[in-house]
T-cell receptor
């Protein structure tokens, strides 16, 4: 597509539920990043994919968070047993290669855990 | 630890010039990005510096001093649409982006 697409744009869920957030990167971009952004803060790194593999998942806060990119394009961020502290905007970005390259961001998914 | 410092908020007048500073302490350095983020929207790329000096791009310029761990973003001829947050991000030795918290810029008529 023309840009990075994230769905849903908004998600409200109850504490303890499971959620999946989807990211469609720009076609041909091999690098894909997930970030979490709270109000008034910069993006917080979660995980980085190069192709199908997670090259760096050191930012995932705990084992409730998991992400996949099975075919090297679309990625899904999965959060189990959601907690109110998980409420944030989850941003996905892609870039043509890894290393140093301009990252193109999606509009984000605003997750609210009630 | 790794640290990026930017002022939390700045105010400037339409038509004027404003300079947003960023200082950093990171494990390694492979370049510095500036992004613009309007409220409720995704960050969009403004500039990338990896060598010392000034990079000019229209109304926006970005400066880097690696020895001082310092960068600034200079915005000229400010317009109301420039009201946004400006994020500084450094590429560390692992080629990961370390982000500052952003500077909220308020433009007044």
């Amino acid at each position: 597509g023309a840009g990075v697409s994230q769905t849903p744009s908004n998600k409200v869920t109850e504490k303890g539920k499971y959620v999946e957030l989807r990211c469609d990167p720009i076609s041909g971009h091999t690098a894909l990043y997930w970030y979490r952004q709270s109000l008034g803060q910069g993006p917080e790194f979660l995980i980085y994919f190069q192709g199908t593999g997670a090259a760096d998942d050191s930012g995932l806060p705990n084992d409730r968070f998991f992400a996949v990119r099975p075919e090297g394009s679309v990625s899904t961020l999965k959060i189990q047993r959601t907690e109110r502290g998980d409420s944030a905007v989850y941003l996905c970005a892609s870039s043509p290669t890894g290393g140093v390259a301009e990252a193109f961001f999606g509009q984000g998914t605003r997750l609210t855990v009630v | 630890g790794q640290n990026i410092d930017q002022p939390t908020e700045m105010t400037a007048t339409e038509g004027a010039i404003v300079q947003i500073n960023c200082t950093y302490q990171t494990s390694g350095f492979n370049g510095l990005f500036w992004y613009q983020q309007h409220a409720g929207e995704a960050p969009t790329f403004l500039s990338y510096n990896v060598l010392d000096g000034l990079e000019e791009k229209g109304r926006f310029s970005s400066f880097l001093s690696r020895s001082k761990g310092y960068s600034y973003l200079l915005l000229k001829e400010l317009q109301m649409k420039d009201s946004a947050s400006y994020l500084c991000a450094v590429v560390d030795s692992n080629y990961q982006l370390i982000w500052g918290a952003g500077t909220k810029l308020i433009i007044k008529p």
